[in-house]
């Protein structure tokens, strides 16, 4: 029940109406019996200066961040954690009495994901379609697990060679254009980290599947819908894939962890967010 002691959480972004999150976070504070609410909040860019302050006035104890705003969030954060720092961009935000503390969890939440899906990184050659905030995260955090290389295709080959570049001191990164199709046929891993094939746009895809390798895992960020153009056509070649859905509840789990200081029921988490997006089962 909601009362004065209610705890708030919520999303900010631009914009949120589409999102699962608040569907994924109350549906724990219940199973917990927790007495916290999670709400989305549609923040216009001029206003996002006065949602954060007002988040500090009135004492919300956590919120996460999207699109547009990971990048922005950071100037408006007290302190930002090192994978943050790191990445520069921030998702999860924990308010201690005052003080905002950034985070980024997606790194996290995709590595779970590959990981999950028993997807060995050591010594293997992963690409990463896209060079944004998520690709970003996905890379500095997948650079960790010793791969022997990652290619960084994007449509903006300035966008490539500056994230190639930033990783260059952990691990060997190479920026690619799309026509550079090695980045294809060599990867043992495949990761989708662009909006495209998105809703509304399901019926686009990233690149084209036929150019990888029989034993090459092909997984995407997007979660809506589950089963992507791109997911799709990798099954129908026998690809092993892997949907959005687990990256999005790792990344939210490690936020719950923050804020919480306990981990949440994945399984209920994973449960709640397919039944959201229409689907039964796990890919
Ligand atoms: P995010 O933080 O979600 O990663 P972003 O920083 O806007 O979002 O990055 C989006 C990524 O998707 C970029 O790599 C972008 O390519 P550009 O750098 O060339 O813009 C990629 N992207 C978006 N739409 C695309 C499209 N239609 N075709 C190819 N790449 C696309």
Known sequence: MIDAKTKVYCLIGDPVEHSISPLIFNNVFKYLGLNSIYLAFHVKPENLESAI?????????????????????????????????????????????????????????????????????NGKTVTLVGAGGASRAIAFTIAHENPEKIYIVNRTLARAEELAHSLKSRV???????????????????????????????????????????????????????????????????????????????????AFRIWMNQDPPIDLMMATAYRALGVSSVS
Do not use: H, W
């Not at 990445?87 to 308010?95: E, F, M």
């Open 172 to 254: 060997n990164a190479k920026p690619c254009s799309f026509n550079e199709l090695y980045a294809f046929k060599e990867a043992d891993i495949i990761i989708n980290c662009t909006s495209v094939g998105m809703y509304p746009n399901v019926n686009e895809s990233p690149f084209d599947c036929s150019l990888l390798k029989d034993e090459c895992i092909v997984m995407d960020i997007v979660y809506n819908p589950v089963e992507t153009k791109l997911l799709r056509e990798a099954k129908a070649l026998g690809l092993k894939t892997i949907d959005g859905v687990s990256m999005l509840i790792y990344q939210a789990a490690l």
């Open 53 to 121: 302050n007002g988040f500090k006035a009135i004492g919300v104890k956590g919120f996460n961040v999207t699109i547009p705003y990971k990048v922005q969030i950071t100037r408006m954060i007290d302190y930002l954690d090192a994978q943050a720092q790191l990445i520069n961009a921030v998702n999860v935000v924990s308010n201690c009495n005052g003080v905002l503390r950034g985070y980024n969890t997606d790194g996290y939440g995709a590595l779970k994901a590959l990981k999950r899906f028993n997807a060995v990184i």
